[in-house]
């Protein structure tokens, strides 16, 4: 096969799928009611945070593996993942009882790591390295070449995006409707180049919306550029998509099959996560999140429309969860922080509470130490609003009363140092 020329065909994919159905039941294909009103559309969710591995990644991984020659499988198998391709690597390395070699970033959720154990037994090692995703893929291939085993790349192979593209496959026979739009996730792009050709042979209206996270939009440099391109810094919040570049054959596929790609905001994200939890009792983690996430971003295109996400995974550790919802409520303007100067005398903080903070404000964070050597002490106070239009009113009750303060939301280098 000229894999500088691959395209996933419909009857790739669907030798795909009857691989899968060895280890797999079709994922559901549901309509989400709340998401639905929001935006008044028909709204459904293609759930592969119900997989056997929380994710859809061990469907692009089985396929690879399953079609590998016995003498291959028998020297063992090595892969690199931030967690999801990893415990799909896993599962199957304990399903066909063979052995594999696991490299995942030392800044991989504990929650994920633990689920890699869990699924591969005693078939898995798992090494620990680098801080991102590309440093551990980089040492995972130095680590096949050198001992012959076979690597299993977690995007950037036919038979990989083969298995992704299987999804597309469920879709369509799942779905009584005709969908206008998919919105896909985007980390290194097997997901939406295998979906996006499959329904671009089958059902080529529907048009195909890719979504990465702000802090690591690979794919819309590589399309913006014309060839795959490394982004020099990456946010790894979005662990599952944090991707510095995206992969040379998805590429070639992504930018044939996508109408076009969202970037999200991280803090978009996490306002998703929440959201799906609360209103639709769905726990995602970051990357599950981008679909929906993206749809706030289409609200206009979609109305009216019959619309598909993709819900990618749900690995997500609870640990996170407070940092999601600070996360959240920065984005949505809800929680603010200032460094007041405070007199050194008495009351002055009450003052301050009585004064400044209104009736349906929240002092949620105050961290100050007084200088009895100094007329003014400073304070790092933190707000959070009922409504993000309630602070013009809170900073005019702050001026009014003639308080010092410096308001550090975006003031970016003193924001990471102190909050």
Same mark, same amino acid.
């Given at each position: 096969?000229?894999?500088?020329?691959?395209?996933?065909?419909?009857?790739?994919?669907?030798?795909?799928?009857?691989?899968?159905? @060895?280890?797999?039941?079709?994922?559901?294909?549901?309509?989400?009611?709340?998401?639905?009103?929001?935006?008044?559309?028909?709204?459904?969710?293609?759930?592969?945070?119900?997989?056997?591995?929380?994710?859809?990644?061990?469907?692009?991984?089985?396929?690879?593996?399953?079609?590998?020659?016995?003498?291959?499988?028998?020297?063992?198998? !090595?892969?690199?993942?931030?967690?999801?391709?990893?415990?799909?690597?896993?599962?199957?390395?304990?399903?066909?009882?063979?052995?594999?070699?696991?490299?995942?970033?030392?800044?991989?959720?504990?929650?994920?790591?633990?689920?890699?154990?869990?699924?591969?037994?005693?078939?898995?090692?798992?090494?620990?390295?680098?801080?991102?995703?590309?440093?551990?893929?980089?040492?995972?291939?130095?680590? =096949?070449? @050198?001992?012959?085993?076979?690597?299993?790349?977690?995007?950037?192979?036919?038979?990989?995006?083969?298995?992704?593209?299987?999804?597309?496959?469920?879709?369509?026979?799942?779905?009584?409707?005709?969908?206008?739009?998919?919105?896909?996730?985007?980390?290194?792009?097997?997901?939406?180049?295998?979906?996006? =050709?499959?329904?671009?042979?089958?059902?080529?209206?529907?048009?195909?919306?890719?979504?990465?996270?702000?802090?690591?939009?690979?794919?819309?440099?590589?399309?913006?550029?014309?060839?795959?391109?490394?982004?020099?810094?990456?946010?790894?919040?979005?662990?599952?998509?944090?991707?510095?570049?995206?992969?040379?054959?998805?590429?070639?596929?992504?930018?044939?099959?996508?109408?076009?790609?969202?970037?999200?905001?991280?803090?978009?994200?996490?306002?998703?996560?929440?959201?799906?939890?609360?209103?639709?009792?769905? !726990? !995602?983690?970051?990357?599950?999140?981008?679909?929906?996430?993206?749809?706030?971003?289409?609200?206009?295109?979609?109305?009216?429309?019959?619309?598909?996400?993709?819900?990618?995974?749900?690995?997500?550790?609870?640990?996170?969860? @407070?940092?999601?919802?600070?996360?959240?409520?920065?984005? @949505?303007?809800?929680?603010?922080?200032?460094?007041?100067?405070?007199?050194?005398?008495?009351?002055?903080?009450?003052?301050?509470?009585?004064?400044?903070?209104?009736?349906?404000?929240?002092?949620?964070?105050?961290?100050?130490?007084?200088?009895?050597?100094?007329?003014?002490?400073?304070?790092?106070?933190?707000?959070?609003? =009922?409504?993000?239009?309630?602070?013009? =009113?809170?900073?005019?009750?702050?001026?009014?009363?003639?308080?010092?303060?410096?308001?550090?939301?975006?003031?970016?280098?003193?924001?990471?140092?102190?909050?």
């Amino acid at each position: 096969m000229d894999t500088t020329k691959y395209f996933p065909s419909v009857e790739a994919i669907e030798k795909a799928a009857e691989v899968l159905t @060895e280890i797999l039941e079709p994922t559901p294909f549901m309509k989400n009611n709340n998401l639905s009103d929001v935006y008044d559309a028909n709204v459904f969710l293609k759930r592969e945070d119900l997989q056997v591995v929380r994710s859809y990644k061990i469907r692009g991984a089985f396929n690879k593996i399953r079609t590998l020659e016995p003498e291959l499988l028998s020297k063992g198998i !090595v892969c690199a993942s931030a967690g999801n391709h990893a415990q799909g690597v896993a599962f199957s390395c304990s399903k066909l009882q063979i052995m594999g070699s696991i490299f995942m970033p030392t800044t991989t959720p504990k929650q994920k790591i633990e689920q890699v154990r869990m699924f591969g037994k005693e078939f898995i090692e798992i090494v620990l390295t680098g801080d991102t995703f590309d440093a551990a893929n980089s040492a995972a291939i130095a680590y =096949a070449n @050198e001992t012959g085993k076979t690597f299993i790349p977690p995007f950037d192979d036919p038979k990989v995006m083969e298995g992704q593209g299987t999804i597309g496959k469920e879709i369509l026979s799942q779905s009584k409707v005709k969908l206008d739009y998919i919105f896909v996730p985007i980390g290194g792009g097997g997901l939406a180049s295998g979906l996006g =050709a499959y329904f671009k042979q089958m059902h080529p209206e529907t048009k195909i919306i890719g979504v990465e996270p702000g802090g690591a939009p690979c794919m819309k440099a590589a399309i913006e550029a014309g060839e795959t391109v490394r982004l020099e810094h990456i946010d790894k919040f979005v662990d599952g998509a944090a991707v510095q570049k995206a992969g040379s054959l998805t590429y070639q596929v992504c930018k044939e099959v996508l109408d076009d790609i969202i970037v999200v905001p991280e803090g978009a994200v996490c306002t998703t996560i929440i959201q799906m939890y609360n209103k639709s009792a769905i !726990v !995602v983690e970051p990357a599950g999140a981008l679909a929906a996430a993206a749809l706030r971003f289409y609200a206009d295109k979609i109305k009216g429309k019959n619309v598909a996400c993709i819900v990618s995974g749900s690995n997500n550790d609870i640990t996170r969860m @407070e940092e999601i919802r600070e996360k959240s409520l920065l984005y @949505e303007g809800l929680k603010h922080y200032f460094i007041v100067n405070f007199p050194q005398k008495s009351g002055e903080i009450l003052s301050f509470i009585r004064d400044v903070i209104g009736p349906t404000d929240d002092l949620v964070h105050i961290q100050y130490i007084k200088k009895t050597n100094k007329n003014f002490g400073p304070a790092l106070i933190g707000i959070e609003l =009922a409504a993000k239009e309630d602070f013009k =009113a809170l900073t005019d009750r702050m001026d009014k009363h003639g308080i010092s303060y410096e308001y550090i939301n975006e003031n970016n280098k003193l924001f990471e140092i102190l909050i």
